[in-house]
């Protein structure tokens, strides 16, 4: 095969990531394919986990110590580059501990909420059935609690979201939409701008999951015109334990506190208490300093790199995995089957043979794929089909690992005697 | 090849063509069973008659490893009592939690298990070993239930 | 002065601690007396996060390929470490963020559950006048919301919680009781055992905050009969991004979900799902993996030196600057003034010199110490005064640093002319 | 040493001997501001006249830094018009940013800083910055409250 212009130099980023030097299985080379699930990180981002425990460890924002200035400075440096990396005043950038917590926050409080924003009985709360779990109980628990309707986009064969219905699904009684920007499973991409014109028409928030765009693609929330924005650090080369909630500073400041504790508040008496001013209004407790820290590596590294070029791998590793998979007998993709409006996450099924062992064969040759409904099982629900194996890219997917994985199916193809 | 390990020929033999698959009345239980991590599904139907299991029909949904194992599982516990049958599931389950030691159990339990020793290899991967699991956990199940409807049916007739 | 044989070989530990071997301010040799506010990791924690990150990382329990099953081994064996640590089955370790979100955790669903725990309109929910905001205000929510009454235990002049009032104050209407097991800033140790008699007596529940005694002391919740205990990763040698609450398996069993997501699920529909077993109910979306790989190596750390000697070198070393501290003119202990049934941390105040005064010079001479209300406002409004001077020690705190700080003291007077 | 260009001597001067201390009336109007990250508090009340800023009282409960900076501000801001007072808080806010760089700032703006450039030291530890800043927040805050309380005046006084 010919490298095309916008594939990224390979040989140089795999040098920064340790376990992509590691064998399986004996001497196995490891061909990560399971980015989608969480990514590997750089030595940069190791590295600043390692400095930061071995020489400026610290509780944040409370001390007036050398070290305590230290690790304040370092946890609030990390917002600025996470702040910059979506283009967002730091305070909107307010850290969780992953996309799950910052989806739950954002249900919680507008449960929560009074008048303005507050979902009450009747209301209608507006998710798509390509979304993620982590966006889908959410909004059941808060549906329930409250009294409220719990509404869904449905999903074309192709595996694009089904709009035909966008206007009266969104409609006069949604207080919320809350989408996937890049689908997890069958790596559609959704059309933000078209959704959120729709919701703000009926003066309902919308909320979207970028936990499989923001890793992949520039990110601009100003731009998105979304209420709230979600994602995770795991899955940006930054380590686990740290996810963000970009949210727009009016709603921040109007709507009410998450959890409540140390760091939030501004004032603390036995009867009452108010609280601290934005971000830290939802962060309440020691937040995950060491994890914003090496965040902001992995946001440096992935600016060094540059989102467009990210992106643009990503596009050419994505086009040319769909088009070496449809060459495999029996194989169908489950979702988008062009490189168009896609991320690099591709499902698939494989004749009868279920995807665990689909999986467990590709394991044995070194290659690492997901297998299951990938925390989305109504997608494989509405697909008829029990799961789905997938093959997932990042900035350091190679061509030949593509290849690898067709080789790889061949074998598990030859295993169970297809 | 540790591949080799897992899927014995035993193994994708029960895949390829599953014994007493179906489901068949009459039954005196049945379950549903799931498999949250990987969305593995069972039916199974337990029939008794005293205290002999008279059938074990089942659909199921899933990898090679929870459908040969379903397969397996009727083979080995169909005609027998209960009491048999739970020290068969027992001695199934250990095996599972094994770990290394898969095949030295296998082993020393070959009169037992029967067909069953060729998921020895499974007891390495841990992920798979919910497989195995599956039907084995929905036939305790089902088994359970059923003897606690024949107790009710017997109080009634001893009521009656 | 003349070592006790109490203390730990401190030259020995201190060794394995890299940030203890750093200066500040040019060449003056960090005194870190902030211990109450987090501790420090020693090499083999951080060892563990970079063998982590270089050889094993992968999104746990829903992969079948080696890295998948290495990560989830790693991150099991990490819940598996923590409950032997505190004598719990396994299934009742559930990993949060932090203390902070351990507590509001059983805040809110506690106001969730149904008829047996749930709290109603008039119920009551008690506290202490010595708690962390984190035991404060996630109580002050719930009791706002639902309409429930909060009141709490004083303290008494030396400190002390005063129980004279406990049959009037935990009665028939209380539902839940939530109290510090060790008060960060006064570092009084509570009697757990009088107040969970008189909580079953009438049948309310116990929260533990175990902050402060996790890290310090053995803890077996098992014998402490609490019904809730919640402590968290960076104050016990481990990482910031991880907390733990433990709870009774039959409650945790019961009582509702907290956060929704992937994870925490058995089977999810667009309409109605069912939630996992224990103790993943409670653990939605990717947990924090590497964070509980670090925090089993830190319990490591911790049971090889043995708890025991922990507390007995603690003891001592409280023994002894209780008494270094008093010879000091002007010096007021805030808190019990002897080391019986007390931790290790001392709060003070110096006269009229503020806190940050004081804290400020020390830092100059390279004393890291905490100034502030501690996150527990409640307390120094109880005695009447503006905040604290806090040095807090844990088993690698040496005599020879409790010099430094005597020492320190002595400059700070001399720097303000008192 | 580093210490002495945090408290310089002016700084331990008005700590001392604070001036323009204690609450006063007249008033028009009267905050109350809280540094959340160490409890200092401050309560201010500023009177106008006209446009000029005929006294400014405070009690406050906080460090050497805060309340030196109390004292000096009341010191630079009282006798001034707004706009003038304005931008005297504008230019110490400044310099409380300046990091690093508090001691050129303050070399060039000392007309304007008068005794407050001594809190050039200050600005290199942030945790102290807002020690320095409170009073001048809150004295920002009284001066908008006491303005806008002079416009409803002037409006009541128009319609009357
Ligand atoms: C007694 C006590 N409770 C709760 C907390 C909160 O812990 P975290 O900040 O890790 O949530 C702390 C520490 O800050 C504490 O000392
Ligand atoms: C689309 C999508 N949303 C949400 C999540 C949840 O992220 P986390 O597990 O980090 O909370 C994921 C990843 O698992 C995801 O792919």
Redesign the interface.
């Given at each position: 095969m010919d490298i095309s212009p916008q594939f990224l130099d390979t040989d140089r980023i795999r040098e920064d990531f340790?376990?992509l030097h590691?064998t399986?299985?004996g001497d196995k080379k490891?061909v990560?394919l399971?980015n989608a699930?969480?990514s590997?990180?750089p030595k940069q981002?190791?590295d600043a986990?390692?400095e930061y425990?071995?020489?400026?460890?610290?509780?944040v924002?409370?001390?007036?110590?050398?070290?305590?200035?230290e690790a304040?400075?370092l946890y609030e440096g990390g917002r600025d580059k996470v702040a910059a990396f979506i283009n967002a005043p730091r305070e909107e950038v307010v850290f969780?501990?992953?996309?799950?917590?910052a989806?739950?926050l954002v249900?919680n409080v507008l449960g929560?909420a009074g008048e303005d924003y507050g979902i009450r009985p009747g209301d209608e709360i507006v998710i798509s059935?390509m979304e993620?779990?982590?966006?889908?109980?959410?909004w059941?628990?808060t549906a329930e609690?409250i009294g409220a309707k719990?509404r869904?986009f449905g999903i074309t064969d192709d595996g694009r979201l089904d709009l035909s219905n966008l206007d009266e699904l969104v409609n006069e009684r949604t207080k919320v939409v809350s989408l996937v920007h890049v689908s997890n499973i069958l790596g559609t991409v959704n059309p933000i701008e078209t959704i959120v014109k729709r919701a703000h028409e009926v003066g309902a928030l919308v909320v979207l999951d970028a936990s499989q765009s923001a890793p992949h693609m520039p990110l601009d929330v100003t731009r998105l015109g979304a209420d709230f924005v979600a994602f995770?650090g795991?899955k940006m080369l930054g380590?686990?334990?740290?996810?963000v909630l970009w949210g727009r500073r009016d709603l921040l400041e109007e709507l009410p506190?998450f959890?409540?504790?140390?760091?939030?508040?501004?004032?603390?008496?036995?009867e009452?208490?108010t609280y601290?001013g934005l971000p830290h209004k939802y962060e309440?407790?020691?937040?995950?300093?060491?994890?914003v820290v090496a965040l902001g590596a992995a946001v440096d590294y992935l600016t060094a790199v540059g989102m467009d070029n990210v992106a643009a791998h990503e596009h050419a590793i994505t086009e040319y995995a769909l088009k070496r998979l449809q060459e495999v007998d029996g194989l169908r993709i489950i979702g988008p089957n062009t490189a168009e409006d896609r991320g690099a996450a591709i499902s698939f099924t494989m004749g009868d043979i279920?995807?665990?062992?689909v999986?467990?064969?590709?394991?044995?040759h070194g290659?690492?794929?997901?297998?299951?409904?990938?925390?989305a099982?109504?997608v494989?629900?509405r697909f008829g089909i029990?799961?789905t194996t997938r093959a997932s890219f990042y900035l350091y997917s190679t061509p030949a690992e593509v290849d690898a994985l067709v080789e790889g199916l061949d074998q598990v193809k030859r295993?169970?005697?297809v | 090849m540790q591949l080799e390990s897992m899927y014995q020929e035993i193994i994708l033999d029960h895949y390829r063509n599953p014994h007493h698959k179906g489901l068949r009345e009459p039954f005196a239980s049945q379950v549903h069973h799931v498999n949250p991590t990987c969305g593995d599904e069972v039916t199974m139907r337990v029939d008794l008659d005293g205290d002999v299991i008279s059938d074990i029909s089942y659909e199921s949904q899933g990898c090679s490893i929870s459908q040969a194992s379903a397969s397996v599982l009727t083979d080995l516990l169909i005609g027998k009592n209960v009491e048999q049958a739970r020290a068969v599931q027992e001695t199934f389950l250990q095996l599972m939690q094994s770990r290394g030691e898969g095949h030295e159990f296998a082993e020393e339990h070959e009169e037992v298990l029967e067909d069953a020793v060729a998921f020895a290899g499974v007891a390495q991967y841990p992920a798979r070993v919910k497989c195995a699991l599956l039907s084995w956990m929905a036939w305790k199940d089902a088994t359970a239930q059923a003897l606690a409807v024949q107790d009710e049916t017997d109080k009634d007739r001893v009521k009656a």
């Open positions: 340790p376990i590691r399986v299985h490891l990560y399971d699930a969480t590997q990180s981002v190791i986990i390692v425990y071995s020489l400026h460890n610290a509780n924002h409370r001390g007036i110590h050398v070290l305590a200035e304040t400075a969780t501990k992953n996309s799950s917590e989806l739950n249900a929560w059935e993620h779990h982590s966006n889908i109980v959410p059941q628990l609690r719990l869904w995770t795991h380590p686990t334990g740290v996810g506190p959890l409540g504790g140390g760091e939030m508040i501004q004032t603390v008496t036995m009452k208490s601290a309440a407790g020691t937040p995950p300093i060491a994890e279920h995807p665990h062992d999986g467990q064969v590709l394991d044995e290659i690492a794929v997901r297998v299951g409904h990938h925390c099982r109504p494989c629900v029990p799961a295993f169970f005697g | -």
